[in-house]
């Protein structure tokens, strides 16, 4: 059973930053690619970014590209999510997950296509 554990979350103001953490305990975290989701209470869980397993490729939700920057560090078994200019709808739990099949990135958007999840991480940014 693979552990995905996110850090970093808190209470930021408007137009400020926060990076977020996420280690994997997969041994081959190298093969896998990483999806960055949030969930606001009432809402439906959101793609916002995945990068792919050596980090050569990303994609971006309409709603963060250009404000959020998703890297990893294989070496740490650790993917981030850097969060700049945020806003009061960027409110909301965040969670980093990992694709079901390795050396895939098709359908990134879909949470169905990600087998393990961490347990989120409180992101709340006040106006």
Do not use: H
Not at 57 to 85: C, H, P, W
Not at 90 to 107: F, H, L, R, S, V
Request: charge should be neutral; glycine fraction near 8%.
């Amino acid at each position: 059973q693979v552990q995905l554990v996110e850090s970093g979350g808190g209470l930021v103001q408007a137009g400020g930053s926060l990076r977020l953490s996420c280690v994997s305990s997969e041994r081959t975290f190298s093969s896998y690619a990483m999806g960055w989701f949030r969930q606001a209470p009432g809402k439906e869980r959101e793609f916002l970014t995945v990068i792919s397993w050596r980090g050569r490729s990303t994609y971006y939700a309409d709603s963060v590209e250009g404000r959020f920057t998703v890297t990893r560090d294989n070496a740490k078994n650790t993917v981030y999510l850097q969060m700049d200019s945020l806003k009061p709808e960027d409110t909301a739990i965040y969670y980093c997950a990992q694709k079901e099949t390795p050396y895939d990135i098709e359908n990134y958007s879909n949470t169905l296509e990600y087998k393990y999840w961490g347990q989120g991480t409180q992101v709340t940014v006040s106006s």
